[in-house]
């Protein structure tokens, strides 16, 4: 029996499009302008500081804005631009420049499952403080009191075993009684491995993908955990 719900964010909560036509634009606009105002912030070195080691060279702060661009261009998945795109999203939330896009299947669900008992967790490659935001600030209001806890690559990347151990290590739950959600076969073979149940999200949007032996869900209403 299902006693928590995992789910990734973008292609399953919310649509691909969001993430790569507002987000990640949105964030690469405000990049170079926000290491120049911010760069010496502590929160901000540090993160600056961490990409300049993952570029793997010395680089001043315009080589390294540059390095930066490349990578959102290129959709990386690495933890400190991660970590700088959820500090820039931030002004752009606050100032109603976008809201968080969820389908609108996904607050109905989350409030359903929330009263069965269920508890969910949110497993993105987006840092937790983004991933607040962006369920802080949807067009169905604050979804983030529905949630029990979040997850980033700090737990390892989507698309390894052992962060998916780790996940059910944290949660106190066997596998066997966890759902994971995602439109990606990579991360669902991951999670399926350690023994969790999984259900593969096919929202049309973006390329077809082959679900291999996970269960598909075109909404969270085809979800039954
Ligand atoms: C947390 S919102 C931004 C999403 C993001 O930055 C991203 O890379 C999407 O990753 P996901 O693991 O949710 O597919
Ligand atoms: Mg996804």
Redesign the pocket.
């Known amino acids: 029996m299902v006693q928590a719900i995992v789910t990734?964010?973008?292609?399953?909560t919310?649509s691909l499009s969001f993430?790569k036509e507002v987000?990640f634009p949105y964030s690469a606009r405000q990049l170079p302008g926000f290491v120049r105002v911010h760069g010496q912030q502590p929160e901000v070195r540090r993160l600056l500081d961490e990409a300049r080691q993952v570029a793997g060279g010395a680089l001043d702060d315009e080589q390294l804005v540059a390095t930066l661009l490349r990578w959102i261009e290129e959709?990386r998945?690495l933890g400190p631009l991660?970590g700088l795109?959820g500090l820039l999203w931030e002004a752009g939330y606050r100032q109603g420049d976008f809201q968080g896009h969820v389908y609108e299947d996904v607050p109905r669900r989350l409030r359903e499952w929330r009263e069965r008992g269920l508890r969910l967790y949110v497993?993105?490659?987006?840092?937790v403080y983004?991933?607040k935001l962006?369920f802080g600030h949807t067009r169905f209001g604050d979804l983030t009191p529905l949630f029990s806890g979040y997850f980033d690559t700090g737990v390892g990347g989507?698309r390894e075993t052992a962060s998916y151990a780790a996940i059910v290590r944290e949660l106190g739950l066997p596998a066997a009684q966890v759902l994971f959600l995602s439109d990606?076969r990579e991360e669902l073979d991951a999670a399926a491995a350690v023994g969790l149940r999984t259900g593969c999200l096919t929202r049309g949007e973006g390329p077809t993908v082959d679900p291999g032996p996970h269960p598909v869900a075109q909404s969270f209403d085809d979800v039954q955990p």
């Open positions: 990734d964010i973008e292609g399953t919310s993430v987000l959709d998945k991660k795109q497993y993105s490659s987006g840092s983004a991933q962006l989507k990606v």
